[in-house]
């Protein structure tokens, strides 16, 4: 069975200020993991997906996270805050080898809330 | 216009009645999903379908039917409502290797 946890429910950071969001997963297999976000409002869209050996992902809106196996964790990080960022963010794992719906059959974590100060 | 809609957007039923959130989407992606959104708990998985007339349980599907006669449409059926089920429903496809998600069905059972 695959878990995921997201430390911390609620993250405020000042305008320009690092964005540090993190995620643990527990998986049997090696997994994908990904970063969904959601705005006030919205449905989730995909800001970045780990599948392959490059262990740093770049994502959109200057998101990137890490996977080190080692610690079994996915952090999201970003730079530089800006306001626009001020979003719901949820952490999600799937396993690799379940063929069609390793894209789209999820455990998701229970969602950072992002405030984003001026 | 393209993408993946929901319908109704809000909605409000008493326990007992049969309840049908619809879903379409316009990319005939194979693959479609039924998640539940509560808070504290992120979202889980419902049901899913992997073409027309093939369907399967996910995390939570009790208390839920679903249906896929054509590839575009998978509507979610509460078929006696119960408070439990008070929640965000959000209705994805999966295309180029990610979900895109409907705008979602708030859901008050009283």
């Known amino acids: 069975a695959q878990s995921v946890t997201q430390l911390g429910s609620h993250v405020s950071v000042s305008e320009g200020a690092l964005v540090l969001l993190r995620c643990n997963y527990s998986?049997?297999?090696?997994?994908?993991l990904f970063w969904y976000v959601q705005y006030p409002n919205q449905g989730l869209q995909l800001l970045l997906k780990?599948?392959?050996?490059?262990?740093l992902v770049k994502g959109i809106n200057g998101f990137e996270a890490e996977f080190k196996k080692s610690e079994t964790s996915f952090h999201l990080t970003k730079p530089s805050a800006h306001m626009s960022d001020a979003a719901e963010y949820f952490c999600?794992?799937?396993?690799?080898?379940?063929?069609?719906?390793?894209?789209?059959?999820?455990?998701f974590g229970q969602g950072t809330i992002l405030t984003v100060h001026p | 216009d393209a993408g993946i809609t929901q319908s109704p957007r809000y909605k409000i039923t008493e326990t007992g009645r049969q309840v049908t959130l619809m879903c379409h989407q316009t990319?005939?992606?194979?693959?479609m999903f039924w998640y539940r959104q509560d808070l504290g708990h992120g979202l889980r998985l419902i049901y899913y379908s992997a073409a027309a007339d093939i369907t399967d349980k996910g995390e939570v599907p009790d208390g839920y039917v679903v249906s896929r006669s054509k590839t575009e449409n998978f509507p979610l059926t509460l078929e006696s409502a119960t408070r439990s089920q008070t929640s965000v429903y959000f209705c994805a496809s999966q295309g180029n290797e990610k979900l895109f998600f409907g705008s979602g069905t708030q859901l008050s059972v009283l």
């Open positions: 780990y599948t392959s050996a490059a262990t």
């Open positions: 999600a794992v799937s396993d690799r080898n379940a063929g069609g719906t390793s894209y789209g059959k999820l455990t």
């Open positions: 998986s049997s297999v090696p997994p994908y």
């Open positions: 990319w005939s992606h194979s693959y």
